[in-house]
């Protein structure tokens, strides 16, 4: 049993540490700058209260990394306690002010009464590569997300008729933008011309691309105001998109290469649908121990999977899905639950009985997703590889 619980509300470039004792008296309070030095001397002096101690955070990455792996090295035990539970659970305590000390206080008050919080233990190298590299290609996702997107209401502000024939997920039509934007432009270079353009770019189907522009072109011969400038931006915005292509196909290699090299991935990738970056999103979120989650219903719960009730009254089977869940780890489920019933016959007999059973597309999905939270489970824990009849799931 501890004796003592040590509360870090965590911050940029300062953290807060409280330490209570098991009557909840407050041993400590001290604002420390986020610097190892300084980091070893609070460790140092919240050993010397007592040796037992439970420390416990409310952010579990980014700025709160090096205080994490200082208290895992030096072999502490650590909980976490996420902000948005320790912001609901402040109201609780007297004051309705907030402060970093509050804060503190509350988040070892909370470790001291509750024992359902996450331990976290440290990760191996390969979870934490995984993580940085997927979540770097998550950003730069995003960011060509925003471009296209910019891209599209630029386009339509001077050629609509041009925006609605291009599919700008594809880089044929990238190319195209890089080099003609406005309908006079393409009339004038035609058909033939702009086919040959294209070909000489590698673009496929360069002569249905070129048809297609043209075409266009000819439903629009009015010039609209700010045509020039607007064209610049296009053939500037084509290129940070194309650019933004290979930097994401680059990543994709080092994410493949990065995932091969995991002890678990022939388990993993031997379940329909899964490939290198689906696996790769898995271990980054779980780092592959299905021992931190006790059970595949607790996993499931963690991706958004398992419905939670909100009974009341004489109401109840109410269920709905949780509020917090980890999004990234539930699209590795449903997406991949998305392409096996594609390619796999006993994903696909299992979604036609869903959908047999009146459950709509995305409900037959979600269900298809958690059973294959169970599967997985149960193949990493006999390190075996899926080979078409799914092995009997049961708590690790």
Not at 380 to 390: K, L
Request: aromatic residues 4%; proline residues 4%; charged residues 25%.
């Amino acid at each position: 049993m501890a004796q003592i619980w040590a509360g870090t509300d965590i911050g940029k470039t300062h953290h807060h540490c409280v330490v209570l004792d098991a009557e909840g008296r407050r041993l400590l309070s001290r604002k420390v700058l986020n610097d190892e030095p300084e980091l070893l001397a609070l460790l140092t002096d919240v050993l010397d209260l007592a040796e037992d101690v439970v420390w416990a955070v409310d952010v579990a990455d980014g700025m709160a990394v090096l205080w994490i792996n200082i208290l895992l090295a030096h072999g502490q035990q650590l909980v976490y306690i996420p902000g948005l539970a320790v912001n609901r659970a402040a109201a609780g305590y007297r004051g309705g002010g907030k402060t970093d000390a509050k804060d503190a206080t509350v988040i070892a008050d909370q470790a001291r009464m509750r024992r359902d919080l996450t331990v976290l233990r440290p990760d191996d190298e390969h979870a934490v590569e995984l993580r940085i590299l997927t979540g770097r290609r998550a950003d730069l996702n995003a960011d060509r997300t925003r471009r296209i997107n910019r891209l599209r209401g630029q386009l339509t502000s001077i050629f609509p008729a041009l925006e609605r024939v291009l599919d700008l997920g594809n880089i044929g039509p990238l190319v195209l933008l890089t080099g003609y934007q406005t309908p006079a432009a393409l009339r004038r270079t035609g058909r033939g011309r702009l086919a040959a353009w294209l070909r000489n770019r590698k673009v496929r189907g360069a002569e249905a691309l070129a048809a297609a522009a043209v075409d266009a072109a000819e439903r629009q011969h009015t010039t609209v105001p700010g045509e020039k400038i607007a064209a610049q931006v296009i053939h500037t915005l084509a290129k940070e998109v194309m650019g933004l292509n290979e930097q994401i196909a680059e990543m994709d290699k080092l994410i493949a290469a990065r995932f091969r090299a995991h002890e678990l991935a022939e388990v993993i990738a031997s379940m329909p649908g899964i490939g290198p970056l689906l696996g790769a999103e898995f271990l980054a979120a779980t780092a592959g121990d299905m021992s931190r989650f006790g059970s595949p219903d607790r996993l499931a719960s963690l991706a958004g999977l398992a419905p939670v009730p909100r009974d009341s009254g004489q109401i109840s089977g109410n269920l709905h899905r949780p509020r917090r869940y980890h999004r990234r780890l539930q699209r590795v489920f449903y997406t991949s639950a998305l392409i096996s019933i594609r390619n796999c016959e006993e994903s696909r007999r299992f979604y036609a009985r869903k959908r047999a059973e009146g459950k709509r597309h995305t409900q037959a999905v979600l269900a298809l997703a958690r059973r294959r939270v169970n599967v997985l489970w149960a193949l990493i824990r006999d390190g075996r590889c899926y080979q078409g009849e799914p092995p009997v799931s049961s708590a690790a």
